[in-house]
């Protein structure tokens, strides 16, 4: 110690060997700290990034691919632009090896464009892993992805639309309603707690289902799914 201090002192001053103790104290404590993780969370050290890595071993990843696509296990996605304002907005997920099963063949259902039912006892992760999917390919807020929660009380109006009176007395418009706007522009949805819909919403969606169409019975319209339309419940 005595011979590195006369070394030391006969390159440095005084106030740059005081920074550099500072700055060694400073990591002495980083890493003090570092190892009272490890010991509270034993077995956690580079262990997400070695899931990924042997998850992903010899397949796709993003980092292989241009700004307009993106991988999720594997499967490539098409993803939008974000904004500006969105680029910072993250979903985190533990990707253990059930979840990135799971993932993936979400992602495999939406690459070949079919509808998706989850199930799942509640808390299981079911919306958690939509969301996550959503913000990898870019379908951050509305209207990319549009969030309905059902319930006994709701009703085929909420999700189709309906007419709505203007400021000109006897005048109504046309208001879509999520479902409607989702079908139309190629928009992703998601549908939870489908089991306590509704009788008229069911029977509303099973077509939609089978033949991509929807029907506004209101209007007699009939509307073709738009390509990039996501249906999840």
Not at 110 to 139: D, R
Not at 159 to 188: E, H, S
Request: aromatic residues 6%; proline residues 5%.
């Amino acid at each position: 110690d005595n011979q590195k201090a006369i070394f030391l002192r006969k390159i440095f001053t005084n106030e740059e060997i005081l920074h550099l103790k500072i700055k060694s104290m400073d990591e002495v404590q980083q890493l003090a700290f570092e190892r009272a993780l490890i010991l509270a969370n034993p077995g956690t050290t580079l262990w997400r990034r070695e899931k990924e890595v042997r998850f992903t071993q010899g397949q796709v990843v993003s980092e292989d691919l241009s700004r307009n696509v993106v991988a999720v296990c594997g499967v490539v996605l098409p993803r939008k632009r974000l904004k500006q304002q969105e680029l910072g907005i993250t979903e985190h997920l533990v990707l253990v090896d059930s979840t990135c099963q799971s993932l993936q063949r979400l992602a495999m259902a939406v690459a070949s464009q079919k509808a998706v039912l989850l199930e799942g006892p509640i808390g299981c992760g079911k919306t958690a892993l939509v969301e996550y999917l959503a913000v990898m390919t870019g379908h951050v807020k509305p209207p990319e992805i549009f969030k309905v929660q059902l319930g006994d009380q709701t009703d085929s109006k909420m999700l189709l639309g309906m007419y709505r009176c203007t400021d000109i007395p006897g005048k109504f418009v046309w208001q879509p309603g999520t479902l409607t706007q989702a079908v139309a522009n190629g928009q992703w949805i998601l549908l939870e707690d489908i089991d306590h819909a509704p009788l008229d919403v069911i029977s509303m969606l099973i077509p939609l289902m089978e033949s991509r169409k929807l029907m506004i019975p209101g209007r007699g319209d009939c509307i073709e799914v738009a390509p990039g339309f996501q249906f999840f419940a």
